[in-house]
């Protein structure tokens, strides 16, 4: 899918809040033709290879614990080898791919395919695309339920079904996978056009490894992917929301990839401890308003684009910051019916009903 079509240069949308068209910073004085500023060209990608009613086998290479500390929460890094299904080396950075896990839910009706974010850069963990990365979180909760003959509910743990099944999964296990799935939240074409602002809470890192490596780290010696990749010099900012320090994930690789690529930098932002500074804890859409200063050039700036990854919801904040801080205009379309209320008056139904992403920002959560 190329999103970067030539438009005519007519229209001015920028004061009803929409997307801006203008002249594109490197159109050349003989094109005649226009383009959407800033707006990305995302590479085709394949999808649906392996449909969830005919799942393909694949294998767990490697099963490994990726929080930093001793945390209550339990996120693994899980290797699938993809060797002779046909998604081998037919996904990108910025995909997901579906489980299917043995056996039938609790209402005995046969599991149904579960998505997972790979993990990975196109090239896989091996170079090769045979071996992809996702980062499981086992669901572990409670529920009131009301058991057959009784009329009170009462407290029930809540195991989910896929996260601790592909978490319990040990190296050299089958396990029944689907996809890839998703065309909109990959890196663009050709990375060095764009500067990159990532937020993720959680899990929702999972995509920005793949896609850190891929425009930072290289592919390793051996793999077809080295002709062809040249290290991205854009500016690339990740702010990784967690609950607790202990609780980031992949935080060594990360901090090991910022201090030896100075055009990225890494912010672990913490919403239930205290700063460093004394201050209270915050979530990510909360760091960057402290922060605007340091991030406002960038957020004006026609080449960034914004991802954002994991809660479902983290996405309002984000959203309203933007909009009452005046730097909605390359990420936002707002409906004319709330245009006249101030930002930072509007509910989150509101953001939710009336507001969408522009093709600058591209949004993953669940
Ligand atoms: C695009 C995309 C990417 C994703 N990427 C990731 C990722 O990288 N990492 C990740 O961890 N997750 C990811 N997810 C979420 C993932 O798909 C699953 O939703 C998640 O792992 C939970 O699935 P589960 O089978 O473990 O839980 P389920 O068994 O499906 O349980 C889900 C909920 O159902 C209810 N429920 C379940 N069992 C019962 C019961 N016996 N009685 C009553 N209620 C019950 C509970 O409310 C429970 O919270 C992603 C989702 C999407 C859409």
New binding site residues.
Partial sequence: MNACKSRPFSIDQASAGATIYARHAYDTAVSTTLEIVGEPSLPEVKMHLVAPNAPATARVTANDLCIKGRSSSYVRHVCIDLAGTPMAAQFHAGQ?FGVVPPGND?QGRPNKV????IASPTWGEDGHGQIFA????R?I?E?M?TTPGETQAHPQL?L?????YLCDLKPGDPVQVTGPSGKRFLLPTDPSKHDYLFLATG?GI?PFRGMLQELLAGPPAGSPWQKSWTRCGSRVELLMGAPYNTDLLYDQEIQDLANSHNNFHYHPVISRERRADGGKGEYVHQFLERHLDAFKDMLQNPRTLIYVCGLAGMQIGLFRLLAAKGLSAHYLTIDESIRDIPADQWSDEQIKRRVRHTHRCMI?V?
Avoid: F
């Avoid at 996702?134 to 979180?137: F, R």
């Avoid at 989910?160 to 601790?164: F, L, P, R, T």
């Fill in positions: 997901s609790h579960r998505l997972y974010s996702t980062t499981p979180k669901l909760s529920e339920i809540i989910g079904m896929c996260s601790n899990t999972a993953e669940y």
